[in-house]
């Protein structure tokens, strides 16, 4: 077993690490407060009041009304909920909007849509991975239940024009949904000045554990649960509340708000210093997103004439962790949906890693990743008949 001080971690899209504040404040809800939240009694209440206070965090953190937050088991559940909810609220309408380059969290739900009847819209992007917002208002039609548009690529980090997409939205009285698993934490949100109906955050992405989640629906969106069963948040998602987890989901967003400028600045400076010395010391070197605006932790980089799976297998025997597109396609050979869709071939999406950056990397981390990442990438390609 390889002990986490050995770890160079630089795959924080892929997931984070608990925060210590974040485990502190959840602890006594996994050790001592443990009674229902739906009971009656008052040891019942310290946990529904401490879910309230982190549903107040979370709003705090998306500038939204705590009466807005729903809280889920993840990003996938906020997702799926969304889409659920838009389709049943709308009968009558039968497409959606989403874009060739979201996760599988909202792309399998949309291709399991099109098998049932409905008609998907999947906006193409550029070589830098951008939207036209063109082709957004071209594609909306009379019965277009639902926009679902991502705020930032898991891998790339290229980030979408959100308020643009917004009034486009609002404009043509369709709802919207933005998956901001990747943003929330990592650039700053404010639904006050980009509104639209739903937004999904997932609890593992922001140093709070795996497994929870929230999807904010505006209080004057039409809503149907996708998980029925008891009354649970105000009946808009059934299962008794997994409190320690909401508990540390609200301190994560309360540390992310305080932190979240000056932590970019920091992380940026990280990345680009990566990214520079990368070019310096390598040839056939591309950034995917470059000319973008991207999310200042991520880095997505070709590296001309490797294949990312053997990069992959080097780096791990070197303890340093990032990932090939993206950590759910690791042991697939399928080039990333996301990179063929900017318009790499074969060979270049597969010659692609993805780092990303997070609170808890330090200089030494950058130092060891820029001695041993130039060095692996150096060693394939002596290996490569094509190259050599
Ligand atoms: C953009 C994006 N959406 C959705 C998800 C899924 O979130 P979760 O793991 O909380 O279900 C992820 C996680 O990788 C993601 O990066």
């Not at 679902?148 to 939205?169: C, D, L, Y």
């Not at 934490?185 to 937004?199: A, C, D, H, T, Y």
């Not at 210093?273 to 997103?289: M, T, Y």
């Not at 597969?350 to 950056?357: G, H, N, P």
Request: hydrophobic fraction near 40%; charged fraction near 20%; glycine fraction near 6%.
């Amino acid at each position: 077993m390889i002990a986490p001080e050995q770890i160079t971690y630089l795959d924080n899209n892929a997931t984070t690490a608990i925060d210590p504040e974040v485990l502190e404040a959840m602890r006594p809800f996994q050790e001592k407060y443990y009674a229902n939240p739906s009971s009656g009694y008052r040891f019942a209440a310290h946990v529904r009041d401490a879910i309230e206070q982190a549903r107040e965090q979370v709003a705090a953190l998306l500038g939204c009304e705590p009466g807005e937050i729903v809280f889920t088991s993840g990003g996938t559940e906020s997702n799926n909920t969304a889409i659920h909810s838009a389709l049943e609220t709308q009968p009558e309408c039968k497409h959606i909007i989403t874009t060739a380059v979201e996760h599988s969290a909202v792309r399998n739900p949309a291709q399991r849509l099109q098998e049932r009847g409905y008609d998907v819209t999947f906006l193409a992007v550029d070589r830098s991975g951008r939207l036209s917002a063109r082709a957004l208002v071209d594609a909306i039609r009379p019965d277009t239940a639902l926009i679902s548009i991502m705020w930032a690529n898991n891998e790339t980090g290229v980030i979408f024009p959100m308020q643009e997409i917004a009034a486009i939205a609002q404009e043509r009285g369709v709802p919207l949904h933005t998956d901001a698993i990747q943003a929330a934490g990592k650039i700053p949100i404010n639904l006050r000045e980009v509104p639209m109906q739903f937004l999904s955050i997932s609890g593992h992405k922001l140093h709070a554990p795996k497994g929870v989640g929230a999807l904010y629906v505006n209080r004057r969106a039409r809503f149907r649960p996708f998980v029925l069963g008891g009354s649970h948040e105000n009946n808009r998602r059934a299962g008794t509340e997994n409190a320690p987890s909401i508990v540390a989901l609200g301190k994560a967003a309360e540390i992310a708000l305080a932190k979240v400028r000056e932590e970019s600045t920091r992380v940026r400076s990280f990345r680009d210093r990566f990214e520079k010395s990368l070019l310096e010391q390598l040839s056939d070197v591309q950034i995917n997103g470059a000319d973008a605006s991207r999310l200042p932790n991520t880095s997505s980089v070709i590296f001309g004439g490797i294949e990312s799976e053997a990069a992959l297998l080097m780096l791990d025997q070197e303890n340093v962790c990032c990932s090939a597109g993206s950590a759910c396609r690791t042991g697939s050979l399928k080039p990333s949906h996301v990179l063929t869709a900017m318009g790499l071939v074969n060979n270049e999406a597969r010659a692609s890693l993805r780092f990303s950056f997070g609170r808890f990397n330090t200089e030494a981390d950058l130092e060891r990743a820029l001695d041993v990442v130039p060095r692996v990438v150096r060693k394939l390609r002596a290996l490569s008949p094509v190259i050599a």
